[in-house]
């Protein structure tokens, strides 16, 4: 069932995600505060550093995700005729697809927490985008509903989505994506992974929560079985970041809710300084990394 808001829509499901309210009180905060944790932009998925010592995390973020399209073959004005992004965040990468792409018609966005499919209604209307692109309030596992079957998708982004999902829901999102993509469409993702079997994976800090509704860990293995069973071959597989500037970009988050004297009080950033110990210590020891992949759409 569909809904129509201001700026957006809302698709309901018919089958329950138990795990659903554990991620929207993940992103229920203000995101000034977010503003003052992850840099003025809201890029939520790490940053490239390239070597610049300079470089703020605005600046890493959007250089990591305009690498990744790069590494997709879709350089700034690419033809692209319709794309989807899953997971979208506070539409930071929206913004930025619908600025290098400015001859795409059509650019939908899926995102399960309310709060923020509302800040980013806002803001692509403010930047003058909305006409472009489309928001779905809408749980990953139900993407078969989206209005519209054509034209089918050329470009699917999930950037730190997929490690908030169950195994069950990563599964229906795939085979929708399948579904509803173009021959020879491109998947880019960015998630962190782990390398060693989950049942050997212990956190420095225990587990005694589940930090940031990222429970669900999977491994690289089990991403590629996935993308390859829902008819997808990777192209280009990377550890981007690399472990040193996803380290250096946990830690600048970190030292900014360090610094300010509400955040620490509010869970999630909490956990978000939690998570930036224990991953620092799993990229460091090698039994996770930052992936990159570039998945095509087998005809
Ligand atoms: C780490 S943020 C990603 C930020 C953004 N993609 C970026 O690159 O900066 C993860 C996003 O996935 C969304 N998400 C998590 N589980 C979801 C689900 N089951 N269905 C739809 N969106 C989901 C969250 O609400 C959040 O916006």
Redesign the pocket.
């Known amino acids: 069932m569909t809904t129509t808001n201001a700026g957006f829509d809302v698709i309901t499901g018919l089958a329950d995600?138990p795990?659903?309210s554990r991620?929207?009180a993940?992103?229920r905060d203000d995101p000034a505060m977010w503003r003052t944790a992850i840099g003025g932009d809201?890029?939520?998925?790490f940053g490239l550093y390239d070597g610049d010592d300079d470089a703020s995390l605005d600046q890493a973020?959007e250089r990591y995700?305009a690498r990744q399209l790069d590494l997709a073959g879709l350089p700034e004005g690419a033809p692209v005729g319709r794309i989807l992004?899953?997971?979208?965040?506070?539409g930071?990468?929206l913004l930025h697809m619908a600025r290098r792409y400015p001859d795409c018609p059509r650019i939908d966005g899926?995102?399960?927490?309310g709060p923020?499919v509302r800040y980013t209604a806002d803001r692509l209307a403010r930047a003058g985008v909305a006409d472009r692109v489309r928001l779905y309030q809408?749980?990953?596992?139900d993407l078969e509903q989206i209005p519209d079957r054509e034209p089918p998708y050329d470009l699917v982004?999930?950037?730190?989505?997929i490690?908030?999902?169950t195994p069950s829901?990563l599964e229906a999102?795939m085979k929708a994506i399948s579904v509803r993509t173009a021959d020879n469409a491109v998947v880019v993702i960015?998630e962190t992974l782990y390398n060693i079997p989950l049942g050997d994976y212990r956190s420095m800090i225990p587990d005694e929560v589940d930090r940031l509704?990222c429970g669900h860990r999977k491994t690289l293995a089990q991403l590629v079985e996935v993308l390859e069973r829902n008819s997808f071959a990777v192209r280009d597989l990377q550890e981007l970041p690399s472990g040193p500037e996803a380290i250096r970009w946990l830690n600048e988050i970190k030292a900014n809710i360090d610094r300010d004297d509400a955040l620490p009080g509010h869970r999630p950033f909490a956990e978000m300084r939690d998570v930036a110990v224990n991953l620092s210590a799993a990229l460091r020891a090698g039994k996770a990394s930052i992936y990159s992949v570039v998945a095509r759409r087998l005809p």
């Open positions: 995600d795990y659903q991620v929207e993940v992103y809201l890029w939520f998925q973020g995700f992004d899953v997971g979208f965040g506070w930071t990468t899926v995102n399960i927490s923020q809408c749980n990953a596992q982004v999930l950037r730190g989505s490690g908030h999902l829901t999102a960015s509704a």
